[in-house]
């Protein structure tokens, strides 16, 4: 029997509808920006794997990192024991995330790290004997499938099924924009005017307010002005309140800059990272924060204590795959990748919009992300998704989003190349 015979057979996949799907294709083999099928495909990872990949797929230096590691130290438990990789991971980061970080708290997917960032936001206040159990969150957040991360991400629409099980989140507009928006400034007005309402009926209640910051991901690519985020965290510090960074899609060069709060003008009191971290490699997620956050933890009272964990904990092959990868965010090439990649988008996009423009709403591109919308109903949809595929290109619309989100180690020609059969895929499914 062959692999996809068997896991028809077997498997339960993620956010699948069993009974609709396609096949899955048996991935054998990888190499930079391909993946290779059982039956000998080649496929161009254009959105790196659910945007997990950063330096393409089994990058000699990382897979060296993890195979000298497993031999030292494969795991060991993280309460009352700590090690190398971990610790230099910790400082390697504290290197490129804004001065109030501090400290580190790992865990092992991005659902997790946000968890962890919640608790500790909803237990910061608790140690200082001071109950506030609301959230803010926006409007298409998406920030994990755990139930703390289903709550706050309540709006994004993945999460009806469980809704009745979710704690309080007040869900704020998100004003998402796109080139050549007439009606940024009016959404944006609307979002300011909806915070300050409740933040004035509610505001003792709230415990602090989670965001992606400039990108919502999982929602479709969907962009907001850092001018606006300023604005929103201004108002949202002026009550006092907590903020968490979900940088987890963002983080890692994402969107042009290392992590997307480097485009904004103040210091959040959470980084939830995960995804980029171990360059795709290994699951792993860290918590950011601060000293201030620490020290409410601090106390000789048991009860301050932060109970929360797993197994995995900063598994050192894991901290070592990502201290490789961190070695090759900070090159001068991927600096150059990341300019080379936002250029091509810019290009690829303009070229869309000029055969397309009745078909395309929204067309928007921050650093290595770039999005359409299309006006086609689902059936052409559907065909269009399939038709990627049958072209050997990894892309997998959200919705009638299109979006790339390749790995940094695309090479202009193979971009450009792509824009153009992704042009001719579209225009070929719509017109038949
Ligand atoms: C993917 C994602 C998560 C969840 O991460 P998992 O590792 O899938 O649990 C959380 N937040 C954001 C912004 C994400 O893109």
């Known amino acids: 029997m062959n692999i996809t015979a068997l896991d028809r057979r077997l498997i ?5 509808q069993e009974k609709t799907t396609d096949l899955p294709i048996a991935i054998e083999k990888s190499d930079g920006a391909y993946l290779y099928s059982e039956d ?4 161009l990872d254009l959105i790196s794997s659910w945007w997990v990949n950063l330096f393409g797929h089994a990058n000699k230096d990382i897979a060296k990192a993890i195979y000298t590691q497993a031999q030292d130290l494969e795991h060991v438990m993280f309460a009352g024991f700590t090690h190398k990789p971990a610790v230099t991971l910790a400082a390697n980061l504290k290197k490129i995330l804004p001065d109030n970080i501090a400290k580190f708290f790992y865990s092992d997917n991005g659902s997790t790290a946000v968890e962890v960032a919640l608790k500790m936001a909803y237990q910061f206040w608790a140690n200082k004997g001071i109950n506030k159990k609301v959230f803010l969150s926006f409007d298409g957040g998406y920030h994990g499938d755990t139930f703390g991360a289903m709550s706050v991400g309540k709006k994004s629409g993945y999460h009806n099924a469980f809704s009745d099980l979710l704690f309080e989140v007040i869900s704020i507009p998100y004003p998402e924009t796109w080139f050549n928006d007439a009606d940024y400034k009016k959404k944006e007005q609307l979002a300011i005017n909806f915070l300050e309402k409740n933040l004035a009926k509610k505001g ?23 001018q606006f985020l300023n604005r929103i965290a201004q108002i949202v510090k002026q009550h006092d309140l907590l903020i968490i960074h979900d940088e987890v899609m963002t983080g890692f060069g994402r969107t042009g800059t290392l992590f997307a709060g480097d485009q904004l003008n103040y210091d959040p009191d959470f980084i939830c990272l995960s995804k980029g971290l171990t360059g795709g490699f290994l699951p792993l997620a860290i918590t950011c924060t601060s000293q201030e956050i620490y020290d409410a933890f601090y106390s000789t009272d048991m009860n301050k204590t932060f109970t929360h964990g797993h197994s995995y904990t900063a598994n050192p092959l894991a901290c070592a795959a990502a201290n490789a990868s961190y070695q090759l965010l900070i090159t001068n090439k991927t600096k150059l990748s990341l300019g080379m990649i936002n250029k091509v988008h810019l290009a690829g996009i303009d070229l869309l919009m000029s055969n397309l423009a009745n078909f395309i709403e929204r067309p928007r591109v921050i650093g290595t992300i770039s999005a359409i919308d299309l006006k086609v109903d689902n059936k052409k949809m559907q065909a269009i998704k399939r038709a990627f595929l049958i072209h050997k290109l990894n892309i997998r619309p959200i919705g009638n989003t299109v979006y790339l989100i390749p790995p940094y180690c695309i090479s202009e020609p193979e971009l450009f190349t792509s824009y153009e059969k992704i042009l001719q895929i579209i225009q070929s499914c719509i017109y038949n």
């Open 40 to 43: 000998n495909e080649k496929y």
């Open 12 to 16: 339960w996949h993620p956010f699948t």
């Open 204 to 226: 003792t209640d709230i415990a602090g307010l989670i965001l992606e910051p400039i990108v919502q991901g999982a929602s479709g690519m969907r962009i907001v002005r850092p």
